[in-house]
């Protein structure tokens, strides 16, 4: 599976803890943000002594960059999981609902109980772009989720320029934000757009 940081921790008891902390971390951020993130907070919800967690990072920052990576790595699982379930021949329709739920980690079919999830994603990238000390963790997603995406478009016949690429991205993102502001379910309107920008913006293959 391609990850953010690829990086593996041996197996041992110390690691199983700094692990099941870092998981505890990325649980604290996705309910309640970054600034939730604090030893304590941390350590209550791994059910561990604050002391543990303060041996194991030496700083809140290290907790909270760690914690965002495992979120992020988590949600990279959950793209590579949608794009192998499906056929490498897809219609253009259904390449544009495949990289709408990589982009918002939601399965279209799921999309009328999923507004207020979409949004807490969205929250919880833009907040991070606020943290200097994230924004490599963050660069390394995007840098994998333009990946994933090249690869969709590549499968489907559809040339993926890195310009294309971003532009493909922007699409998604543009109308889920835009939806979610007016209240309503993002999902749908993203694939319409999308649907629409794709051979705008990629040159068909052939394939």
Not at 10 to 32: D, E, G, N, Y
Not at 33 to 42: K, L
Not at 114 to 139: C, D, F, M, N, W
Request: charged fraction near 20%; aromatic fraction near 8%; include cysteine.
């Amino acid at each position: 599976m391609t990850t953010v940081s690829g990086s593996r921790q041996p197996s041992t008891r110390a690691a199983h803890r700094r692990r099941a902390s870092i998981r505890a971390s990325a649980a604290v951020l996705r309910r309640r943000g970054f600034d939730a993130v604090t030893y304590r907070s941390v350590a209550d919800e791994a059910g561990l002594p604050e002391a543990t967690l303060r041996a194991f990072f030496d700083t809140r920052d290290e907790l909270r960059a760690l914690g965002l990576e495992f979120m992020l790595n988590g949600w990279v699982q959950q793209a590579e999981e949608f794009i192998s379930r499906l056929p490498q021949q897809l219609s253009l329709n259904e390449t544009a609902r495949l990289i709408v739920e990589i982009a918002t980690v939601h399965d279209a079919e799921n999309w009328t109980f999923t507004r207020a999830t979409i949004s807490g994603i969205y929250e919880r990238y833009l907040q991070a772009g606020k943290h200097p000390e994230l924004r490599t963790v963050i660069t390394n997603y995007n840098s994998v989720l333009a990946d994933l995406v090249a690869r969709v478009l590549t499968l489907n016949g559809w040339a993926a320029t890195a310009q294309g690429v971003k532009s493909v991205l922007a699409v998604v993102d543009g109308a889920v934000v835009y939806q979610l502001a007016a209240g309503q379910p993002p999902v749908p309107h993203a694939i319409s757009l999308l649907e629409f920008a794709i051979p705008r913006l990629c040159d068909a293959t052939g394939t």
